[in-house]
């Protein structure tokens, strides 16, 4: 069974030769990303930095992005 995340954002994974690691970029919320050493790592990551991302973004009366692109259901 699929496990979909909780977050619908949109991820731009890449590989960066100067970080020598995978980057999973949230372009919707400023500075929000992920990194490992493998995509699914990056992924996982940056589904945490989202979680922080708007915690934070609530407690500091913020307005959070709603996810540009519809990406499940």
């Given at each position: 069974?699929?496990?979909?995340?909780?977050?619908?954002?949109?991820?731009?994974?890449?590989?960066?030769?100067?970080?020598?690691?995978?980057?999973?970029?949230?372009?919707?919320?400023?500075?929000?990303?992920?990194?490992?050493?493998?995509?699914?790592?990056?992924?996982?990551?940056?589904?945490?930095?989202?979680?922080?991302?708007?915690?934070?973004?609530k407690n500091?009366?913020?307005?959070?992005p709603q996810?540009?692109?519809?990406?499940?259901?």
């Amino acid at each position: 069974m699929t496990k979909f995340p909780k977050h619908k954002y949109f991820l731009r994974v890449f590989f960066s030769e100067e970080d020598n690691c995978y980057i999973a970029y949230v372009p919707e919320l400023r500075n929000c990303s992920g990194l490992g050493l493998t995509p699914e790592i990056a992924i996982k990551e940056a589904y945490c930095s989202i979680d922080s991302w708007i915690s934070v973004a609530k407690n500091e009366k913020i307005s959070v992005p709603q996810p540009i692109i519809k990406l499940f259901g």
